[in-house]
């Protein structure tokens, strides 16, 4: 319940963005960790096309084989 801290209506969108992001990943079977981390390192922003964005979603499977590869990597 840490969204019940958000103290500006700004902190509040982004946390509501942070949790969203994680759950599109747990409903796509994907790694939060890496996810995020993967989401992380391209820095998406609100000047990106929608196609530049949906090759970051979770449901992308690409994105799904990256991040896979990614996890299997780091349980060795």
Known sequence: KNWLFCDTPNGAQASAIVY???E????????VYH?????????????MSDEELDRLAPWN??????IECRA???NQ
């Open 72 to 74: 299997n990597g780091s």
């Open 20 to 22: 969203t992001m994680v």
């Open 24 to 31: 599109m990943a747990k409903a796509n079977g994907v790694n």
């Open 61 to 66: 499977e690409d994105v799904k084989a990256e």
């Open 35 to 47: 996810y995020l981390t993967y989401l992380l390192e391209k820095f998406p922003n609100d000047r």
